[in-house]
């Protein structure tokens, strides 16, 4: 018998589903004829009889041929590999059609899945198009896991936009979307989807909210109650640990042990530009400080010529996983832990969950209450806190007297580098600033400030832009106002010292909202720029004014959005007004609370002994606020 008619035999028989008479007349066949078209045939008769990785191994023999189809017969061993989980047989038969895959959704997603289990996601990103283009959800999910996390990264944006297509009333997909959209400031893509937003928020906003990261919620939504439910990928902790964690075995001693828990231990963060002098100036009779630390290896390589012990004890927590970090808190018999991130990128709030201290609280790092983590106390004061937000957050308030943000007086440097001509800024106009990331300048944000400029004809509007999408989307919705394009100016990021320095050359900062600037404000009150905000509702947006009250300026806290831009034209127009209040400014910069960072230790300090005082007595938590020591008769500091 013939080559040619035991392949027409073989065929016949698998095409009929007598596998067997196949796989007889392939033996057979086998003896005179090896080439592809047999090994694949004999490759489809052992998957039929469920013979799979002898099938798998055949395909490979197939490919090894060469031949048009190599390509495909590779595929068909990755595949079935991948489903018996021999996932470095598979990811072998994968790597040489790499470059089929980032057009093959299926063949992406096995390779994708396969190096995402190893952890090497910076090898599959270039799947992304494949897999958020495909028809198949599963692809899609798998899409939305290789998300870097970082909305300024283009690719994931294009992949977010493109499950978007597929899925238009995705809950998820729309706020990862927006997400998106706002790094870049693309103002019309918020538009078009407001009316979707504001059905979903009127029908369905529990479930709206929980597909929703806490952090991106608070830059477009400031409402209280509704924030308190965002919680995507929630890992909620047991209702029993409060009570178990103050009830477990612990030894307190007279001397306090706090541990701060973060990933921003490197002195160029702006965290660390508000806390650092204070931890440096922690009572060591009353306070022992212990840093337990997870900032990226990357900036502890830039700090080789820095002391960070001056802040306390370090322990790095960075490789271990939750459980066994809380094990080393306990172990190191901490009072107090403070969690300094949240809900921000970077956090592993999932740690407080693991029972790790007796009293734990948020501060500094996440404005607004954390869902889903185990805390006992938020700290704050009372205009970011106020009484009727009591109900809306999880955690009992600890409010401190005067501003919950502390404030490094001594390495802020107070330089005139620059004329307004090296900024680019003309001599004669007079200039509004914001240097706050541009996410945060939302539609209403830029149509507020439209309104002034439109208001105030010989002015300009200076903004510190990282990305060029965002200049060009802001630049063009300024322009179809009937705004001259020239009246926007853009600076980029600079060196701290450079930036200290260029603050100086605005007039008047105008805060963003929904969220405002926060280290930004601080900052640009420090270099004598008066900051004008408006009243919010919800903990990020009243933070600038809990620094004006702290600085004695509530002139520059505005009611309302019709009073924000009444108040700006107001100091454009009387600039002797405007006079007084940078005279007040600097006049206070040394006397009033704001960059009084010794003074906030103590009342930080007190505040410690205070959730101590309940947790040695085995009381349950219940807000606190801090009485206030005795206002300065003189500064705190003397420069020069």
């Excluded at 005179?32 to 490979?60: I, M, N, P, Q």
């Excluded at 493109?162 to 809950?171: A, C, G, I, K, W």
């Excluded at 270099?527 to 002139?555: C, I, N, Q």
């Excluded at 007190?606 to 206030?628: E, K, L, S, T």
């Amino acid at each position: 018998m013939t080559p040619q008619t035991l392949f027409s035999n073989a065929s016949k028989s698998f095409h009929k589903g007598q596998y067997t008479d196949a796989l007889a007349s392939l033996n057979r066949l086998l003896d005179h004829s090896k080439d592809a078209k047999t090994y694949v045939l004999l490759a489809k008769t052992l998957v039929a009889l469920g013979f799979r990785e002898e099938a798998a191994r055949t395909f490979v023999l197939a490919a090894e041929l060469g031949g048009s189809r190599a390509e495909d017969h590779y595929a068909e061993a990755m595949k079935i590999h991948f489903e018996l989980g021999n996932d470095d047989l598979a990811l072998s038969l994968g790597r040489p059609i790499l470059e089929r895959a980032r057009r093959d959704p299926d063949l992406a997603f096995i390779i994708a899945s396969l190096f995402f289990k190893r952890g090497e996601k910076d090898m599959i990103r270039v799947f992304l198009p494949a897999l958020s283009t495909s028809p198949n959800s599963r692809h899609n999910s798998l899409a939305l896991l290789l998300l870097t996390g970082t909305p300024e990264n283009p690719r994931d944006r294009e992949t977010v936009a493109n499950l978007l297509e597929r899925m238009p009333r995705s809950m998820v997909i729309i706020m990862a979307h927006l997400v998106f959209q706002r790094e870049v400031n693309n103002f019309a893509e918020m538009e078009r989807l407001q009316p979707q937003i504001d059905r979903m928020l009127s029908t369905n906003a529990g479930q709206m909210m929980r597909a929703e990261a806490p952090f991106y919620n608070l830059h477009w939504l400031a409402n209280e109650p509704l924030n308190k439910l965002a919680s995507y990928n929630p890992n909620a902790f047991p209702a029993t640990n409060p009570a178990e964690r103050l009830a477990m075995p612990h030894r307190w001693d007279k001397k306090l042990r706090i541990g701060y828990l973060s990933s921003d231990f490197w002195h160029d963060h702006a965290t660390m530009k508000l806390v650092g002098t204070v931890l440096t100036q922690h009572d060591k009779s009353k306070v022992d400080v212990t840093l337990f630390c997870y900032t990226d290896e990357q900036y502890l390589k830039a700090e080789i010529d820095q002391d960070r012990s001056h802040w306390g004890r370090i322990v790095s927590v960075r490789n271990m996983d939750d459980a066994a970090a809380a094990q080393l808190i306990r172990d190191s018999e901490i009072d107090i832990l403070v969690d300094m991130k949240g809900h921000t990128r970077g956090g592993r709030p999932g740690i407080l969950n693991q029972k790790a201290a007796p009293v734990q609280i948020a501060w500094l790092g996440f404005p607004g209450t954390t869902v889903n983590v185990d805390l006992d106390y938020i700290v704050g004061d009372r205009y970011v806190l106020p009484d009727q937000s009591k109900p809306h957050y999880w955690e009992k308030f600890c409010r401190l007297p005067e501003s919950y943000q502390p404030n490094n007086p001594v390495d802020r440097p107070r330089r005139k580098l620059f004329t307004r001509a090296d900024a680019s800024l003309p001599d004669d106009a007079f200039v509004f600033g914001s240097f706050n990331a541009t996410r945060k300048i939302s539609v209403a944000n830029i149509d507020l400030w439209i309104r002034i400029l439109k208001a105030t004809p010989k002015s300009v509007l200076w903004l510190m832009c990282k990305s060029d999408e965002a200049r060009d989307n802001i630049r063009n919705r300024i322009t179809a106002a009937g705004i001259d394009g020239k009246r926007v100016v853009f600076t980029k990021v600079v060196s701290y010292e450079e930036h200290m320095a260029r603050l100086t050359l605005a007039d008047v900062g105008l805060d963003t909202f929904p969220v405002n600037g926060h280290t930004t404000t601080s900052e640009q009150l420090w270099a004598g720029l008066p900051v004008l905000t408006m009243k919010g509702t919800h903990f990020a947006s009243r933070v600038s004014e809990s620094l004006l009250r702290a600085v004695d300026l509530p002139e520059l806290i505005a009611d309302s959005e019709n009073d924000y831009v009444r108040r700006a034209v107001d100091l454009y127009e009387n600039r002797d007004k405007l006079s007084v209040l940078a005279e007040r400014l600097e006049a206070n910069r040394l006397l009033k609370p704001l960059f009084d960072s010794e003074r906030f230790c103590r009342h930080l300090e007190q505040a410690y002994a205070m959730m101590a005082d309940r947790a040695r007595q085995g009381q349950a938590p219940d807000h606190i606020d801090v009485p206030a020591l005795e206002a300065r008769a003189e500064p705190f500091l003397v420069e020069g």
